[in-house]
């Protein structure tokens, strides 16, 4: 298996310019997730899907935010217009459902796409 | 509010000496902590877990209610320890988890 995919791993665009991240989740796992990394912030949970729907959108910063999972086996994550604060690495991760060992399973990541807006 | 501080950004130290990562949390409750790590180029992975009461690459973690910590130890850091970790805890809903903002460990030869 090849884990988490994400596509691109690298975006650089300019300043109003629509930007699509992709995600395919590993098979099996009910869970996605989409995060961004900032040196500032950290890692903060913009969205995630539980069997397709989402669950929890309130880390996204603005309305230029969307998301949408249409299938069990990909996920977009669009920014329009992009800004250059929205520079940043964006992570995908799944996970499967919890199970005996608590309420919370591990998240996979994916390698992350690294957004430059100019 | 759930919440998960990580007061230094960066810590640097030198192989051998101790190791000790600082995680501070507020929640309601009895929190199931993680540490997740992530090593130079590769992806951001769960190193351990409160519940399992596991030592990972020499690393463990207590979860001290009292002084609502999990710091993150090694008794002797290894320069292949070098990595950005995050400490995480539940965010209210299943599978949802609260990430801090990171501390990178730079271990020095």
């Known amino acids: 298996d090849a884990g988490v995919i994400q596509s691109p791993r690298h975006e650089v665009t300019e300043m109003g310019q629509e930007v699509t991240l992709r995600c395919k989740p590993i098979?099996?796992?009910?869970?996605l997730f989409w995060y961004r990394q900032t040196m500032m912030r950290g890692l903060e949970l913009l969205i995630y899907?539980?069997?397709?729907?989402?669950?929890?959108d309130s880390g996204m910063p603005e309305d230029r935010f969307s998301a949408k999972m249409p299938n069990a086996s990909f996920s977009t994550l669009k920014i329009q217009p992009s800004e250059p604060r929205d520079s940043a690495v964006y992570f995908c991760a799944s996970s499967p459902r919890p199970g005996l060992a608590g309420l919370y399973n591990e998240q996979f990541f994916g390698p992350g796409t690294r957004l430059t807006v100019l | 509010a759930q919440r998960v501080t990580q007061p230094e950004k960066l810590l640097s130290v030198f192989k051998g000496a101790p190791v000790e990562l600082k995680c501070n949390y507020s929640y309601s409750g009895s929190p199931e902590l993680f540490w997740y790590v992530q090593y130079s180029r590769q992806r951001l992975q769960l190193l351990l877990r409160h519940i399992s009461r596991e030592s990972i690459k020499g690393f463990t973690a207590d979860l001290n209610k009292g002084e609502t910590s999990f710091h993150l130890k090694k008794p002797f850091a290894q320069e292949e320890d070098s990595a950005m970790y995050y400490c995480a805890l539940p965010g209210g809903a299943t599978n949802k988890l609260i990430f801090g903002t990171g501390t990178l460990l730079a271990v020095q030869p």
């Open positions: 899907f539980n069997n397709n729907v989402p669950i929890d």
């Open positions: 098979s099996g796992h009910d869970y």
